[in-house]
């Protein structure tokens, strides 16, 4: 009888310990895993149970809930929410959440492994259940900057901190209200959705990290500077052939430049003058002569092919491995299958301005807990070092002269050196060019590095230019943070 107790209270006791391991498995480690999980409706459920933390910008609250007199019990208000929609992108009653809502669902709803304990906590306090607050490195005075200066365009602005990686301003346009999307109302949520899926434009892509990319044109000729010169074969005083054409070869297409002359006077252009004057053949001679592999690794480095987060999931841009030599003559002028999110061109202008170290972007500063304390606080860490400081310092002149005296004259500033590329690209032969703009400031020493991308060629079809319209967008995003 003793024998057969002692089996069964044994039996017993393994039965508990494997129900209490996997209980706190699942309660300690899987609840990210879980509540991320599309199916768990029950968690996605019982989350709205609990107040959500708000995402801030300056201290101040650019999302939080307030008491809700329905099932949900809290409603997610957005407080000018078009403004900011590419940062907090919704939170939906049903379906997935978007922007730093998704990213960072579990912390601001407090259902992450790190909130465990405080979670328990509030069950044996009887406290209601609170998630975390994200403070994020946003500017507020700049993302006003960029929504003016962007205006009624198609396109985005990204504006970084090249020291430290932060990201102070994203604005994509057209855009929505967040606020039309958290409501209660699912029918009207629907309903307003399905409107927005279908307005030109697109409006809930977020352009600053993804969407249908831009080929990034003239702005991708720093990057095939800085390939050549990290050969070690080059100077920025290194001549190329200069015709006024360039029939490729093995293919029918013909390089001209924007001028339709050649890239100044004389039989042979310098790689500096043909990038301060964005001259398209002497480039694609200097990409018909480097190896293809060095052109790709060179782009790796500046983030191109990379998937990495801001946070919030950034769309690969893409630099192609062209064996071909006639595709890569194009794409060494940012044409053929070259692709970019205006966040990666402003880290090609970063890592030049910050001396060739490419810092980690990064959207959020802290994530706070209800009860203040810091679960997280994001420094500043290295991405990459695309270049050598003394090539850096070369390409960052060399774009201060584009500014000063070449082809992106539109982003001057009174009293301050600008340094700047501008990128005309096309998408066919008969559509709309890519205007582009990217560039940093003050030359001596930057404190902001900016991408701009105008699509739809900002409504003139073939006949603008990013000197035209993308550079003086650059240049008032500048001047407002210059001069806070």
């Not at 070869?249 to 964005?278: M, R």
Request: include cysteine.
């Amino acid at each position: 009888m003793n024998r057969e107790i002692k089996r069964v209270s044994t039996i017993v006791l393994a039965m508990f310990l494997a129900l209490l391991v996997s209980t706190s498995i699942i309660q300690a480690i899987q609840t990210d895993a879980l509540s991320a999980d599309a199916r768990n409706t029950r968690a996605r459920n019982d989350s709205y149970s609990a107040q959500r933390g708000a995402i801030l910008v300056a201290g101040q609250p650019i999302a939080q809930s307030v008491p809700s007199n329905d099932v949900y019990k809290w409603q997610r208000v957005y407080s000018n929410g078009p403004l900011y929609s590419a940062v907090t992108g919704f939170f939906p009653i049903n379906g997935e959440p978007t922007g730093l809502e998704g990213a960072l669902d579990s912390k601001l709803s407090g259902s992450s492994n790190a909130q465990f304990f405080e979670r328990v906590n509030a069950i044996l306090t009887g406290k209601n259940p609170q998630g975390a607050t994200v403070e994020t490195t946003i500017d507020p005075v700049a993302q006003q900057a960029a929504w003016d200066a962007l205006g009624d365009y198609q396109g985005a602005v990204v504006l970084l901190q090249p020291k430290t990686g932060k990201i102070l301003a994203m604005v994509s346009k057209p855009t929505y209200d967040p606020n039309t999307l958290a409501s209660h109302d699912g029918e009207a949520v629907q309903s307003t959705y399905d409107q927005l899926l279908a307005a030109p434009g697109d409006p809930l892509i977020n352009r600053t990290i993804g969407g249908d990319l831009n080929p990034p044109g003239s702005t991708f000729k720093p990057v095939m500077s800085a390939s050549a010169f990290g050969t070690g074969q080059y100077t920025k005083d290194s001549q190329l052939p200069n015709p006024a054409s360039l029939q490729l070869p093995e293919s029918p297409t013909i390089v001209k430049n924007d001028s339709l002359t050649t890239c100044g006077p004389g039989a042979t252009v310098s790689i500096a003058t043909a990038q301060i004057l964005s001259c398209n053949i002497p480039f694609a001679e200097l990409g018909m002569q480097l190896k293809p592999e060095v052109i790709k690794a060179q782009a790796d480095k500046f983030g191109f092919n990379q998937s990495f987060d801001i946070p919030i999931p950034v769309e690969k841009s893409v630099y192609p491995l062209y064996p071909v030599a006639a595709e890569r003559a194009l794409g060494s002028f940012g044409q053929k299958d070259d692709r970019a999110t205006p966040l990666q061109m402003a880290m090609v202008s970063a890592a030049i301005a910050n001396g060739g170290t490419l810092m980690t972007p990064n959207l959020v500063d802290s994530i706070r807990s209800p009860d203040l304390q810091t679960l997280e606080s994001f420094q500043p860490k290295e991405f990459s070092r695309p270049l050598s400081r003394q090539n850096a310092d070369t390409i960052k002149q060399m774009m201060v002269d584009g500014v000063d005296h070449g082809v992106a004259g539109n982003a001057r500033i009174g009293g301050v050196q600008v340094g700047g590329k501008t990128g005309t690209a096309q998408n066919g032969d008969n559509d709309p060019y890519s205007l582009w703009f990217t560039g940093f400031a003050p030359a001596n020493d930057p404190e902001f590095a900016v991408a701009v991308v105008v699509e739809n060629g900002g409504g003139k079809g073939q006949s603008g230019t990013g000197n035209s319209i993308a550079a003086p967008i650059a240049r008032k995003v500048l001047e407002a943070v210059l001069n806070k």
